[in-house]
């Protein structure tokens, strides 16, 4: 019964791969956003990305990741529903946004969920871990995590703001240097997409942002303001099969 419906789920999955999903593209612009706190849903998806990697000989998923960069972009979006939520002053407000896109420029962080084979294997911070994460860009670079904060128990905030972090999952925050050692940004300026790879013997999976080529990023200026009623984008979801 249950290779039935994995079995049904993959079948899925596939069909709606193949019928050619549009990524939504991302901007690492910084400078200001007029979001409002309805348009944290939509902003949330643009930043969030699946992907499943399974064995078709066998219906076995091995491994469903699921990441949200936590960019300036989102960052802001979510500090202006965090400010709504808990009906903080504006001095407050100014504050925890100071603090909060300060973060951005010291590192690359990810919030990260995953489900599927044998739990004890996903937790990312055993050195028995079945998977190997690192940064990853279309020019080469290739980077190790500085920090991997496992989240034992997800509280109502990480699971009102990442739904996606259910107690089915194992939830993780990943960081990254924002340059290397000698001073080469990790995601490089002409990059054409970043991403996070998880590796391992069972084989790895890549979820990736394509960043926007030219103009302005999303809601960054008073000209194009975030609309609060705007369609949102599904994360981008993609599938591995290893035969």
């Known amino acids: 019964m249950e290779r ?15 019928a050619g999903c549009v990524t939504p593209r991302v901007s690492l ?8 706190a309805t348009d944290y849903e939509s ?12 064995a078709v000989s066998e219906l076995e998923n091995y491994l469903t990741a699921t990441a949200t960069f936590e960019s300036w972009d989102f960052r802001w979006a979510y500090v202006v529903r965090y400010v709504q939520d808990y009906r903080l002053t504006i001095d407050q407000r100014k504050k925890l946004l100071e603090r909060t896109l300060d973060e951005t420029r010291q590192r690359h962080q990810f ?9 004890r294997f996903n937790d990312l911070t055993k050195p028995d871990s079945a998977w190997i994460v690192r940064l990853i860009d279309d020019t080469g670079n290739e980077t190790a995590p ?9 509280n109502a905030l990480e699971r009102t703001y990442f739904p996606y972090s259910t107690v089915h999952r194992q939830a993780f925050r990943i960081r990254f240097p924002r340059s290397t050692g000698d001073g080469r940004p990790t995601i490089s300026p002409q990059a054409k997409w970043f991403g996070v790879r998880f590796a391992g013997a069972q084989g790895n999976s890549e979820l990736i942002w394509m960043i926007e080529e030219t103009g302005p990023a999303e809601g960054a200026s008073s000209a194009d303001p975030a609309s609060p009623n705007a369609p949102a984008a599904d994360p981008l979801r993609t599938t591995t099969a290893v035969r």
């Open 29 to 36: 612009a910084e400078g200001p956003r007029e979001y409002v």
């Open 4 to 18: 039935t419906l994995l079995g049904v789920t993959l079948a899925a999955t596939l069909l709606f791969g193949a």
């Open 146 to 154: 500085e920090e991997i904060i496992a989240i034992t128990k997800p």
């Open 111 to 119: 919030f990260v969920a995953l489900y599927g084979g044998e739990r």
């Open 43 to 54: 902003v949330l998806r643009k930043w969030t990305r699946t992907e499943d990697l399974f």
